[in-house]
């Protein structure tokens, strides 16, 4: 029996203890690249964000290096040493 906070996807059932499966959307990567680039442009080149926002690491770090050739500039991107942060900066 399933409480009304439940709900049938496909042959799985999500509830509230259960995350849905990420989608797989090509276009993804590359808007987060554009919304990197209009941080990099906008914030005295550079972006700084909390890993806890962030679902993926690689993926955000992939992707401020394609902004970085979006917008014809070296980036170089990191992670703090206790893992809190992942910043990129226009290395040129």
Known sequence: MRTKRE??????????????APTTDKDEPERLAKAIADQITTGQCSVVRW???????????????????ILGVSI?????????????????
């Not at 709900?7 to 849905?20: A, F, H, L, M, N």
């Not at 170089?76 to 040129?92: C, Q």
């Open 7 to 20: 709900q049938d996807v496909g042959e799985v059932i999500v509830g509230p203890w259960s995350r849905q």
């Open 76 to 92: 170089r991107t990191g992670v703090s040493d206790d893992r809190t942060r992942v910043w990129a900066i226009d290395a040129s």
């Open 51 to 69: 890993t806890s926002s962030i679902d993926d690491v690689e993926t955000w770090r992939k992707a401020a290096r394609r902004a970085g050739r």
